[in-house]
């Protein structure tokens, strides 16, 4: 098979990839190693910053978006028996995010590239990436009993933080900055009313918190757990009642109902440099990862596919070679700028074992300081939300 641009991984980032070259004339054939259903209902990220909401409106996949997507101005960090409201619209020029779940972005886009007769391979798992550094790279897959040659002119490696894109870069030519957090979050979908319309943030003695939401009628909650621990210790009663104590405040209440659907995700963060190779082009977490707590992982595929996209487009139309050069560089930008606001949020709203008294105390100044200043209340509202430039 050949197609223009072959794309590894039914991600936000290669299907959004697919979308975005589809508008711009340009084909593509995407191979996911997963089912349709199984892409479909995977649960996981749910903050949009402004810019990924503005980029899926105008990319004519954002209708369901605007209907159904909670649009928030701003969140709650809950610490010290006390409630403080950063609003982002006064810090930001106006600006919000939206709560929708990443399973309904990676629907949204199915099925936009499916009404276009855009080719998705399901259940295609890539095997490997071959020729690279050459003009004519290709993609090895396997489809049930079938092993099938992908010919591309370019591979977008869109094949999250497990795939097998990253390998295809010679070891010599990659630098890997990795850093492990000492926790984890253990989340859940629940059939209870958000008990909030917004997001807390909680600091507590137990460890952090989040309450967050999916629709009217469903909460999205986490709790910070230790990282080597599993499900089989945490029986639903355990996860609400660690959530009722972390989040308790004097005159609200959690409401609680079935829970849904629950997992553990490590907390990490890592960064390939460069994150493009010959002819392959690494993005979203194939090519980084950041811990969950500044809500960046998925907006960094959305960021990393437009400049993708682009540059390619301008390959493809005026030959112009700059923009797929300097591919790595711009993403790299912002990519660093995510991983600090991550490594940032995360260290002032998690229990670290081992810290004393000490450090407690310095996390709660810098919790009253970002509540109490408004340059540093600026400081996470602009970030949240998503800087435009970076
Ligand atoms: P993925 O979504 O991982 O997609 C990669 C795809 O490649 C997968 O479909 C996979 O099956 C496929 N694949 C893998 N190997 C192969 C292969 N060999 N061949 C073919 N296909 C392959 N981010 C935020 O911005 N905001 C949040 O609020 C947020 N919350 C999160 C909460 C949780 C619990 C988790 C786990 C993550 C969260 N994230 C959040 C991060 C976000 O979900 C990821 O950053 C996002 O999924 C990245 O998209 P992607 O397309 O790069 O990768
Ligand atoms: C959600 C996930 C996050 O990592 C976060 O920081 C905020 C919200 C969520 O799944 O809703």
């Keep these: 098979m050949r197609t223009q641009v072959g794309i590894v991984g039914a991600g936000p980032a290669g299907l959004l990839l697919s979308h975005l070259l589809h508008l711009e004339g340009i084909e593509s054939v995407v191979v996911e190693t997963r089912s349709r259903e199984y892409v479909e209902h995977r649960v996981r990220a ?4 402004h810019g990924p909401v503005e980029l899926l409106k105008q ?6 978006l605007v209907r159904e997507g909670l649009q928030h101005h701003g969140i709650e960090l809950r610490f010290g028996g006390r409630g403080h409201r950063i609003d982002f619209p006064s810090l930001t020029g106006g600006r919000s995010i939206t709560v929708y779940g990443q399973q309904e972005v990676v629907k949204d886009l199915i099925r936009a590239r499916l009404a276009a007769d855009g080719r998705i391979l399901f259940e295609a798992g890539a095997l ?7 003009s004519a790279p290709l993609v090895r897959y396997r489809q049930g009993d079938h092993e099938g040659e992908l010919s591309c002119d370019f591979v977008a490696g869109c094949d999250g933080s497990h795939g097998i894109c990253r390998g295809a870069i010679p070891a010599g030519a990659l630098t890997v900055y990795e850093k492990e957090y000492p926790f984890a979050w253990l989340g859940i979908l629940a059939a209870a009313s958000p008990s909030t319309e917004e997001l807390i943030y909680a600091y507590h003695e137990r460890g952090f918190a989040l309450h967050s939401m999916r629709s009217p009628q469903i909460g999205r909650l986490y709790v910070q ?5 599993t499900l089989d210790g945490w029986p639903d009663e355990r996860i609400w009642s660690e959530l009722q104590a972390r989040l308790a405040l004097e005159g609200w209440s959690l409401t609680e109902g079935p829970i849904l659907e629950k997992g553990i995700t490590a907390m990490r963060s890592s960064v390939v440099e460069p994150i493009q190779y010959g002819r392959l082009f690494l993005a979203g977490d194939a090519a980084h990862i950041v811990p969950a707590t500044g809500a960046k992982g998925l907006n960094l595929a959305v960021a990393d596919v437009r400049v993708l996209a682009e540059a390619l487009a301008a390959w493809y139309r005026h030959g112009r070679t700059d923009l797929l050069e300097r591919y790595s560089a711009t993403c790299l930008r912002r990519v ?5 606001f991550s490594w940032w949020m995360t260290s002032m709203l998690h229990r670290f074992e081992g ?3 000490f450090e407690q105390r310095l996390q709660l100044a810098q919790l009253r300081y970002v509540c109490g200043s408004r340059a540093a209340a600026t400081t996470l509202a602009e970030n949240y939300v998503g800087l435009e430039s970076v």
């Design 128 to 134: 490997g990436v071959d020729g690279v550094d050459s």
């Design 59 to 64: 990319a004519g996949v954002g209708a369901r």
């Design 46 to 49: 749910g903050v949009l910053e």
């Design 355 to 357: 810290d004393g008294a």
């Design 225 to 229: 757990v230790r990282p080597d621990e």
């Design 336 to 340: 660093w700028r995510a991983e600090h």
